[in-house]
């Protein structure tokens, strides 16, 4: 075991990942070696394997059943088959780590698995929630943390067990600013009090560059860069920002602003209170219009009610108080109220692209996912495969079409949520961190279509932190507080 700070050496000869259910390789052909104590951020494309490589070293792919491996991966020269338990792994989906129903536990799951003693334990509980900015009571129930607390959840759980290998994807993907901030910070102090080793996948790389000291980039044949991260970007800079990894100082391409002024007022919210969990209302008092042709960004810190206040705008949750209207022209028909609409009266009024990737998919293919929608509107077979295809080409998810959904990346899934809801052609759209997991190529991709949308009349709502895409849709911003 790797634990109580005694970092880990890691290796990988000639490793590749590929799901039994997928036609091609997630990863091939990878072989590095990273010293115990070194401070490591992998990059690479969406679906480059990044999350593939962090799940082998921690021993989670599974065995021979589930997917097809070939080379070696080793832990302190030990196969990571014969070391599970010896590496801190925080997920790419925080809500899939989250095990225990109270916060406190949930914390305290690892170190009980370690047998490590009761009041050592709490002691560490309270320490990792300090570290990464967790403030909630210990009996605080897991289901009502917004995504954002769960990552934050999910790193304190990590970091008491005070692992000597730390595995991080993308940590900070779904939190507000001073999230980031502060789990960054919580990761630099664990670092200063022990000698870890740490690997972390992120899209982008200011955050971390002044913490790493190593940059490896995974691209198509394997590892096609690796060393000290100023000598990475200023060699390989413009080879990577082609390959879509976000260097700094080569930002990807803005669409260009609205022609138009905003329309009339399609979903219309006046005084309005909401409520994820019955009962325990997240915030109140809300008066916002979402209009033909525009963008809105609702913005604000992690637990402030961002996510529930979307669903409530798209229909899916009730009001607590207050009302949510629709136009007539949305309704076209239907009640006034969105809440009210049946699925398939939402069908082509609203389209909702969920937090959780996972919480939304229900085919077994990349390609019938996409049909879901269009054939619930009575498509033509000719119609949904002419859709389908120009979504899967300019989302660059052609060639996974035969794929299991739950095979992809979490920023294949993201693009998949999307295209899903797109294809139905909705009048209003709202997206919960729509740019979650994007490389520089997929996010400017996305977000022109996106700005195609708001230019051909479609109401856009985008839960988001990313102020790029703020910035990028000349979104008009609304920032909750909470009910606090």
Not at 96 to 110: E, T
Request: charged share 25%; net charge negative; with cysteine.
């Amino acid at each position: 075991m790797t634990f109580e700070g005694r970092p880990a050496a890691v290796e990988a000869q000639g490793w590749g990942w590929r799901h039994a259910s997928r036609l091609a390789w997630a990863v091939r052909d990878v072989t590095l070696r990273i010293e115990p104590g070194e401070r490591v951020l992998l990059l690479g494309a969406s679906g480059a394997g990044k999350s593939t490589l962090l799940h082998g070293f921690a021993g989670v792919l599974g065995g021979d059943e589930e997917g097809d491996a070939e080379g070696r991966l080793l832990i302190d020269e030990v196969p990571v088959t014969a070391s599970r338990g010896s590496a801190g792994l925080v997920l790419q989906d925080p809500d899939s780590q989250v095990i225990l129903a109270r916060v406190g536990d949930d914390v305290a799951f690892g170190c009980e698995n370690l047998g490590i003693p009761r009041d050592e334990i709490w002691r560490r509980v309270d320490a990792a929630l300090e570290a990464v900015g967790l403030d909630v009571p210990l009996d605080r129930p897991t289901k009502a943390l917004s995504g954002g607390q769960k990552q934050r959840l999910a790193l304190a759980g990590a970091l008491a067990m005070r692992p000597g290998l730390l595995l991080l994807d993308e940590p900070t993907a779904n939190l507000d600013p001073d999230g980031v901030v502060e789990v960054r910070d919580a990761v630099e102090r664990m670092l200063q009090t022990q000698r870890t080793t740490l690997i972390v996948v992120e899209h982008r790389l200011d955050v971390w560059l002044p913490l790493i000291d190593r940059v490896i980039v995974l691209g198509d044949g394997g590892v096609i860069a690796d060393g000290r991260p100023e000598d990475v970007l200023a060699a390989q800079g413009e080879r990577l920002a082609a390959a879509g990894v976000w260097v700094p100082g080569r930002p990807p391409r803005h669409p260009a602003p609205p022609a138009s002024p905003p329309g009339e007022a399609l979903l219309t919210a006046r005084d309005l209170a909401v409520a994820r969990v019955r009962g325990t209302t997240v915030a109140a008092g809300i008066d916002v219009d979402v209009r033909a042709g525009s963008v809105l960004a609702i913005t604000g810190p992690n637990g402030a009610g961002k996510s529930t206040l979307g669903l409530t705008l798209a229909g899916l949750l009730p009001p607590v108080a207050g009302t949510v209207m629709a136009s007539d022209r949305l309704a076209a028909g239907a009640a006034a109220q969105p809440i009210r609409w049946t699925s398939r009266e939402l069908l082509t009024r609203v389209g909702t692209v969920f937090q959780e990737p996972e919480h939304q998919l229900l085919a077994t293919t990349v390609q019938d996912e996409l049909a879901i929608g269009a054939r619930s509107m009575g498509l033509s077979d000719a119609e949904i495969a002419a859709r389908s295809d120009e979504l899967l080409q300019r989302l660059r998810l052609d060639r996974l079409a035969k794929a299991n959904p739950y095979t992809l990346s979490g920023g294949e899934k993201r693009r998949l949520t999307v295209a899903a809801a797109l294809i139905t052609r909705p009048r209003v759209l709202m997206l919960d961190e729509p740019t979650f997991g994007q490389d520089a190529r997929t996010w400017q991709e996305l977000v022109a279509i996106l700005a195609a949308l708001r230019d051909e009349g479609a109401a856009l709502i985008a839960v988001t932190h990313d102020r790029d895409v703020i910035d990028a849709l000349h979104a008009d911003r609304f920032e909750l507080q909470g009910a606090a």
